[in-house]
């Protein structure tokens, strides 16, 4: 739907297309380093690299904006997504619209988050496992 079709939405349309697109690339990330390491490294160890990479993308693009604490929660936001990228396609066979169907659900889940926070005045920099708090895309 186009902007002027919904002109309640103002800018909400490129932002959730922004969000959605930060979503699918911490997915795909996960993917490709499944891929890449074909059980020759643990969860732990790409977990871990998966994070200082996602870390150090979200600091050299919005380090000097934004709190430490935020930037920290946001790396675990995405890389929670990463990592289902990661174990997702070892555990479990392929569906053709299964990956849209669950990155639709994490968005989903993370808007309604988001709403509750901002309607009970709370919108604290933290986000991630429940918190609900400001996602930077």
Do not use: W
């Not at 990330?29 to 690299?49: D, F, I, L, P, R």
């Not at 934004?66 to 070892?90: H, K, S, W």
């Amino acid at each position: 739907m186009s902007e002027q079709e919904n002109p309640n939405q103002g800018q909400a349309p490129n932002e959730d297309e922004n969000f959605m697109n930060s979503i699918n690339m911490a997915f795909n990330m996960g993917v490709s380093a499944n891929q890449t390491y074909k059980h020759t490294k643990s969860v732990v160890e790409v977990g871990a690299e998966m994070g200082e990479q996602i870390y150090q993308n979200l600091t050299q693009a919005y380090g000097a904006d934004v709190d430490e604490n935020f930037l920290r929660a946001n790396t675990e936001y995405f890389l929670q997504i990463a990592l289902m990228g990661f174990v997702v396609p070892t555990i479990c066979t392929f569906e053709p619209d299964f990956k849209d169907r669950l990155l639709n659900l994490i968005f989903t889940k993370t808007k309604q988050d988001q709403e509750k926070r901002a309607a009970s005045g709370d919108e604290g920099g933290s986000s991630g496992s429940g918190g609900g708090g400001r996602i930077i895309t």
